[in-house]
């Protein structure tokens, strides 16, 4: 279209302005990196498993009360988005133990947390997206407290949600990554996306550990299969949202 621009083109998707200032067009590439981008590769359809399977759980947090910058999907790996200033800020919220918590902590994989955690990270590339203690948030002004307390609060509703369905599913919801931003009012939407690359997602119907993992990590850890179980996901994803 005549009068799109690309405005940034990120690791895993390239936001386009639209018509509308406060609209823009996601469109999400199969590219996929791990590790800061130190490994890059490509998992065939993800652009679209990716984008279909955001637009369900965008759809299932707002019935529930979440606002999320979603708009609509007017192509399988096109989302139209409401424009928000990202808080530069990942949130991740753990449920089992896994990845960075284990590496840091020295906790097994796999225990069960007493209570979700919810974790800071710096979204800078440069810096390696570190993990942030409140006050260094707060010292570099990435947030305000309150935005703060309303990021961790919406954090926990969501995970609360998407635990349940995804167990629905058949899914254990390991861990996974927020993004969030400000609309013109000033308004904390949930933007970003919600897939496998950016979730822990193990199958309750596995129980050897290489097996169950049907996200990213076999991608970042070479397990082969990648695009077959980010399909499943996602089958299981549309199958139980059929079921309602
Ligand atoms: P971590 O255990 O490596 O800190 O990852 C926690 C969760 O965040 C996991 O579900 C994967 C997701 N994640 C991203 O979406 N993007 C990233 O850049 C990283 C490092 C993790
Ligand atoms: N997406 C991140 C990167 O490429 C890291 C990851 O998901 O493991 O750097």
Redesign the pocket.
């Known amino acids: 279209m005549a009068d799109m621009q690309k405005l940034y083109e990120g690791k895993a998707k390239i936001i386009y302005s639209t018509e509308d200032p406060e609209i823009l067009l996601t469109h999400f590439k199969d590219d996929a990196t791990a590790f800061n981008a130190l490994k890059r590769g490509t998992i065939i359809g993800k652009g679209e498993i990716n984008c279909r399977m955001s637009t369900e759980l965008f759809q299932i947090l707002e019935a529930k009360g979440i606002p999320t910058h979603w708009i609509d999907q007017p192509a399988p790996n096109q989302m139209r988005v409401r424009r928000v200033k990202i808080v530069p800020v990942?949130v991740?919220v753990?449920n089992i133990a896994?990845?960075?918590?284990c590496k840091q902590t020295g906790l097994p994989l796999g225990t069960v947390l007493k209570h979700p955690l919810v974790e800071f990270f710096y979204k800078n590339d440069e810096l390696g997206?570190p993990l942030l203690t409140r006050d260094r948030l707060l010292l570099l002004e990435l947030a305000t407290p309150e935005q703060l307390d309303q990021l961790k609060t919406m954090t926990l509703q969501i995970n609360e949600i998407l635990t349940e369905f995804f167990h629905q599913c058949g899914i254990t919801l390991?861990?996974?990554?927020l993004e969030f931003g400000l609309d013109v009012n000033g308004k904390l939407l949930l933007a970003d996306e919600i897939s496998p690359?950016?979730?822990?997602l193990w199958d309750e119907g596995e129980t050897d550990q290489t097996k169950r993992i049907m996200?990213?990590d076999r991608f970042r850890q070479d397990l082969g299969q990648v695009e077959s179980a980010y399909q499943k996901v996602l089958e299981r994803v549309l199958n139980s949202k059929t079921q309602g």
Do not use: N, Q, Y
Not at 174 to 177: L, N
């Open positions: 990942e991740v753990r896994a990845g960075s918590l997206d390991v861990d996974f990554k690359d950016t979730c822990r996200d990213k």
